[in-house]
């Protein structure tokens, strides 16, 4: 196999986090080489009209998804089944291409609570030894949400974010978020405009005595240029957002803000149509010594060695490469020691429809991220003295689309076909709306990633399996949450209120939940317990980083890649004092 | 309960024993046989329907491209019976027919979709938890056409006839039974592959871009109000905030801007 010439950085995945980290290096002329599966979006049906708008090519048969052909999982829900390759995947979806998931995403933009990098500190101060259960592998991070606020502020000027800030400097500030963690600054940008569905959301709580706020977006309000002179179009509301590229340019997404800044930097370069297939390791070094390519468009295969290798090719790929590459020691749950393929974490949902005979609601009219939100029941934001569960979940009325084939809605008892079919189409279409829960899922000591030892992907690798289900302690906080959200539905004054659409358990692969899986290559304090420390530094290998959601250690009731952003953002930095003093960070 | 559809993925049996010419009987009103056999291609399809919309005279478009790549006689004669079953010809729509949905399951089956393009496809095949997705060593257009073989086998059965020559009433009475899980498969789950297949498949038809074959005449947007392409809504979600949308009565498709 034929090596290439060395390269100084080598990032693995040309999605968000690897945009970002390659802002920050080839800023200050250091060589950056991405290396990405994927194609260039950015000029074909998928980002222009008309072909943009196709809900089927797109949505439907996930044209810009990771091909299911070449790279699956294993799923099973408890360690001691068989588990079986997911064919054809829907719960989740790992973007392909140069920009990643970062392109088709909804644009929803979260920092996390205060206390989430400290949750198992926070957790048993508030409520005493016993309140973690032994089964439950909080951790702590080793960073702090004040560590990594300018980073949060900078993706958030960076990406044009449009929202409300709740409290700034530990202001609470009216139409804000009043948990949300101190900010330095407001949104850069006003938030978005609230549709129907979010001032009926408002006022039933306001009637309860809860906060709604409009969601912090990616999607731009108004036109905007961030800080690197690029440029973002106004958000026209078009209904094709999440699982779409945006065609107006009007979604903050690594495509439009970062990559074509970064291809016209001398230090950058980017190599398309390239599977990462693993990497060679140095045990005795304690190096990453190359990364294994394969040309897709020619076959050739070779090595490509680096100085500093960064995987950034999202959760599982993360992963799989490091126990493929056999690189630091995979998570044995029956014996409980190991730590690669931990941790790995989901996201808890349940959701309600509510009818309104005389309410317009235009679903149509939408953005990725149209919708209001409270925070009153997530993560420790209320006291959980004596409720059996910890954890919790925003509660949003959401609006992000009416694209006909998935996403219209009818009252329960709807025959499935015939005339009343259609004609409750007809009739509910434009009047309905969705309440929805988006929770916390924590650790379980059941719940991880490893090889599977039969199923194999294209390229001769085991597959990643997944051994994954929602435990009792996200069972509860579901319930919970359910039951608040159906007290809001209640009172939105609707003609009909669906039934309620629980949590779906066990995991279900054949559901769109959320692309938010975490954990596998977490973050922690010490060797024992994490993958990378607190500065992504593998602790196996001082010149391998890894940043994305895998380095989380549990998962908030929030959408991840907030934190994503500025711990990709201060990885760029550390890596800059990394190269001029090799070494642990 | 959201009326959205997430789907999964066939031998193929029975003899040749159906005349049907159905399809063109039904399409009586429509254009010439001349034109209508030329229109072979969706695209022109569309040009022929967008010129229908316009037509004045008020009748609704139908669908007007003949012939299936897929479907053999009999799988035909199964998928439109059930298609008018499951849309009836009525004050919202012509029949399913007649909608293009036949022609858009045909399309998708005999295409990439139907030959399992970016579906994992290495074995073993094991059964195990329904939630992993179903474990068939069949792409999609094999595994619809071995529930089509099963499913009329099993309507005769039940009916002593094969499923086309049903009433409606009794035709629907079936389907309802299958996707229930009350009519036994041979050798697959009939009430899996209805669901998870020929389910998916009728929604997709009624509800995607008319470029492919179904919602002929945007038929089935119109009936809901979606407006289509043109979506540049940032002064329409501040006019229209609560109120009817003007543009959700004219629906534009792909071909309107191609
Ligand atoms: C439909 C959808 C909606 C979403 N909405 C939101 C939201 O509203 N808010 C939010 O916070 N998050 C959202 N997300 C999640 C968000 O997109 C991700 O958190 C973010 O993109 C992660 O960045 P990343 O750099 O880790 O991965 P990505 O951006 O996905 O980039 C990873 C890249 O690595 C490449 N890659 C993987 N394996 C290899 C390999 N072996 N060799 C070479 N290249 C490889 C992939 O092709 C991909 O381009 C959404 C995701 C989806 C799919
Ligand atoms: S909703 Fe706005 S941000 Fe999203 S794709 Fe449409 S125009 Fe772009």
Wanted: proline share 7%.
């Amino acid at each position: 196999m034929k090596t290439r010439a060395s390269k100084t950085v080598v990032i693995v995945g040309g999605g968000l986090t690897a945009g970002l980290i390659a802002r920050q290096l080839t800023a200050k002329g250091v060589e950056v080489l991405v290396l990405e599966r994927g194609g260039d979006h950015s000029k074909g049906p998928e980002s222009s009209l008309p072909n943009q708008r196709d809900e089927l090519r797109w949505a439907v048969r996930q044209g810009l998804i990771q091909d299911w052909s070449r790279e699956t999982y294993t799923l099973r829900h408890q360690h001691n089944q068989t588990a079986l390759p997911v064919r054809w995947m829907e719960s989740f979806l790992p973007g392909q291409g140069l920009g990643g998931a970062g392109n088709h995403w909804n644009g929803h933009l979260w920092r996390w609570a205060e206390y989430d990098p400290q949750l198992r500190s926070h957790y048993l101060h508030r409520y005493g030894k016993q309140a973690i259960p032994a089964d439950m592998p909080l951790q702590d991070w080793g960073v702090t949400y004040a560590q990594l606020e300018p980073y949060h502020d900078l993706f958030e000027k960076l990406f044009g974010v449009s929202g409300q800030a709740g409290n700034i400097g530990g202001k609470k500030l009216p139409g804000g978020n009043p948990f949300e963690a101190p900010r330095s600054g407001p949104y850069p940008q006003a938030p978005l405009q609230v549709l129907e569905s979010g001032l009926v959301f408002k006022q039933a709580c306001e009637q309860l005595g809860y906060h709604a706020f409009p969601q912090a977006a990616a999607n731009s309000s108004g036109a905007y240029t961030n800080p690197d002179g690029q440029k973002l179009g106004q958000c026209q509301y078009c209904g094709h957002c999440e699982r779409f590229i945006c065609e107006a340019n009007a979604k903050g997404s690594p495509q439009v803000l970062l990559y074509p800044m970064l291809r016209e930097r001398k230090s950058f370069e980017v190599r398309l149509n390239t599977q990462v297939l693993g990497l060679r390791y140095d045990a005795a070094g304690k190096r990453a010594t190359a990364v294994h390519c394969l040309d897709l468009l020619t076959g050739e295969e070779y090595e490509q060695p680096a100085e500093v290798i960064v995987l950034a090719a999202f959760t599982m790929s993360n992963t799989q490469l490091l126990l493929h590459s056999k690189i630091g020691k995979p998570y044995d749950p029956v014996s409980n020691t190991g730590v690669v393929g931990k941790n790995f974490c989901y996201q808890v949902n349940a959701g309600v429809d509510l009818f309104f005979k005389d309410k317009w609601f235009n679903p149509f009219l939408a953005s990725g991220s149209t919708q209001m939100v409270i925070d009153e029941f997530n993560n420790d934001n209320f006291d959980h003295s004596g409720l059996g569960f910890l954890g919790g979940a925003t509660i949003q009325a959401y609006q992000f689309s009416g694209r006909p084939i998935k996403g219209r809605r009818v009252p329960d008892g709807t025959p499935r076909w015939g005339t009343a079919w259609k004609q409750a189409n007809a009739d509910w279409y434009a009047h309905s709306m969705t309440l929805g829960i988006e929770g916390s899922c924590y650790p379980h000591r059941g719940n991880y990633l490893s090889l599977d030892p039969t199923y194999r992907d294209a390229y001769g690798r085991p597959l990643i399996r997944m051994t994954f289900d929602f435990r009792d302690n996200e069972q509860k906080m579901a319930a919970f949450l359910s039951n608040k959200m159906m007290e809001i539905a209640r009172h939105c004054g609707a003609d009909k209120v669906g039934s309620l659409q629980g949590l779906v358990t066990p995991f279900d692969s054949r559901l769109y939940q959320t692309t938010h899986i975490v954990g596998g290559t977490i973050m922690g304090e010490t060797p024992h317990d994490s993958v990378v420390s607190p500065h992504l530094q593998h602790w196996d290998a001082h010149n391998l980083f890894v940043v994305g959601a895998s380095v989380y250690p549990h998962n908030s009731g929030y959408n991840p890649t907030g934190p994503l952003g500025a711990l990709a953002l201060r990885l760029g930095d550390d890596l800059q004092r990394y190269l001029q003093r090799p070494g642990r960070l | 309960m959201t009326d959205s559809v997430d789907f999964l993925p066939p031998d193929s049996a029975g003899s040749a024993r159906r005349v049907f010419l159905k399809q063109l009987a039904a399409a009586s009103s429509s254009l010439p046989l001349g034109k209508a056999l030329a229109g072979g291609s969706a695209t022109a399809m569309l040009l022929q329907s967008a010129d229908a919309t316009a037509a004045p005279s008020g009748k609704p478009v139908i669908n007007t491209v003949y012939g299936y790549q897929s479907f053999g006689p009999d799988e035909a004669a199964f998928v439109e019976a059930m298609l008018n079953i499951m849309c009836p010809a009525d004050h919202l729509t012509p029949g399913g027919v007649d909608c293009g949905l036949a022609i858009y399951i045909d399309r998708q089956l005999a295409g990439s979709f139907g030959q399992g393009a970016r579906r994992y496809a290495a074995g073993p095949f094991l059964q195990g938890a329904a939630q992993c997705g179903p474990q068939l060593p069949l792409t999609p257009e094999q595994y619809f056409k071995a529930g089509v073989a099963e499913a009329d086998r099993a309507a005769q059965r039940l009916y002593g006839q094969l499923f086309d020559v049903l009433t409606p009433q009794q035709g629907d009475a079936f389907l309802q039974q299958l996707a229930a899980g009350r009519v036994a498969g041979e050798q697959l789950d009939l009430a899996e592959w209805f669901n998870s297949l020929v389910y998916p498949l009728f929604a997709e038809a009624c509800f995607a871009d008319p470029l492919y074959g179904g919602n002929v005449g945007m038929v089935f947007w119109k009936m809901i109000g979606y407006p289509g392409l043109p979506a540049t809504h940032a002064l329409d979600v501040v006019q229209y905030l609560g109120k009817p949308y003007p543009g959700a009565a004219n629906p534009k498709s792909i071909a309107d801007f191609s």
